[in-house]
C-alpha cells in the first residue's frame, strides 16, 4: 500500500463552488479520534447518499432543507473562533465540490478535516481525512488510499471483520480506530476492549462529546 502525502489536493469533476447548504456549524471539541479533546470548528453540509439507519444527523440528509451560504460567510464566522481546526462533516460532505472552502479555509489559518464515508470523488485539500466506511455504499479506492484515519462503528459482532476488510484497504499510515455505535455501547464496548487487546493495531475510538455533553 502507498504512503500518503499531506496535505491532499484532490480532483473532482464538478465545477467548485462558492455556497454550500449548511445544516449546522459550531465551535466545540472534537469528540472522535486522533483528535479527539481538541478545538474545532464544526461545519456540518446537508445533504447524503448513503442513509445509515443509526444516523443520528438524519435531518443532514436532505440538502434542500438547509440554507445556502456563500464560502466566505462560513469561513467568516469560523475565524471568529481561536481555535484552527475546521471539521468539515455531514450528512455526507464529498456530495459537494469542496475546493473553494478548503482554499477559504487554509487562508484563514485553519487545518481542513473531514469525515466522509468516501462513497463520493474526493475534492478540496485535506489537512487530515477521518473515513468511517458504511456498509450501504461503500468507499472508492482512491478515498481509501487517502484516509489518514480509518474509524469503523461497530454495531454487531459480524462488524469486527468487515473493518478488517477495509484496514487491508488504507495506506500503511493509517490510523485504524473502533467505536461503538451509540445506542449500543454498553453491550459493544466491552467486545471492542476485548478485540483490541487481541488486534493492538486497532485503538479505541469514543464519542466523548456525548459523555461530556457538548455538540
Request: proline share 7%.
Amino acid at each position: 500500500m502507498r504512503d500518503i502525502v499531506m496535505p491532499i489536493a484532490a480532483t473532482n469533476n464538478n465545477t467548485p463552488v462558492t455556497a454550500l447548504p449548511v445544516m449546522e456549524s459550531f465551535y466545540t471539541l472534537q469528540g472522535e479520534g486522533f483528535h479527539q479533546g481538541r478545538a474545532a470548528y464544526f461545519i456540518r453540509l446537508g445533504g447524503c447518499d448513503v442513509g445509515c439507519h443509526w444516523c443520528d444527523v438524519k435531518d443532514s440528509w436532505d440538502a434542500a432543507k438547509h440554507p445556502v451560504i456563500p464560502v466566505a460567510d462560513i469561513v467568516k464566522e469560523a475565524a471568529q473562533h481561536p481555535g484552527r481546526i475546521a471539521v468539515i462533516t455531514g450528512g455526507e460532505p464529498l456530495m459537494h465540490n469542496l475546493d473553494a472552502l478548503c482554499k477559504a479555509l487554509h487562508q484563514q489559518g485553519f487545518r481542513t478535516h473531514m469525515e466522509t464515508s468516501g462513497s463520493s470523488p474526493l475534492s478540496g485539500q485535506w489537512d487530515w481525512i477521518t473515513l468511517s466506511p458504511k456498509k450501504f455504499k461503500a468507499p472508492l479506492p482512491e478515498v481509501c488510499q487517502q484516509a489518514h484515519e480509518l474509524k469503523v462503528v461497530i454495531f454487531n459482532k459480524s462488524d469486527f471483520a468487515w473493518a478488517e476488510q477495509y484496514a487491508a484497504k488504507v495506506n500503511r499510515h493509517c490510523k485504524l480506530y473502533l467505536q461503538p455505535e451509540w445506542s449500543r455501547a454498553a453491550e459493544i464496548t466491552p467486545l471492542i476492549i476485548d478485540y483490541i487487546k487481541a488486534n493492538p493495531q486497532w485503538e479505541l475510538s469514543l464519542q466523548i462529546h456525548k459523555y461530556i455533553n457538548v455538540p
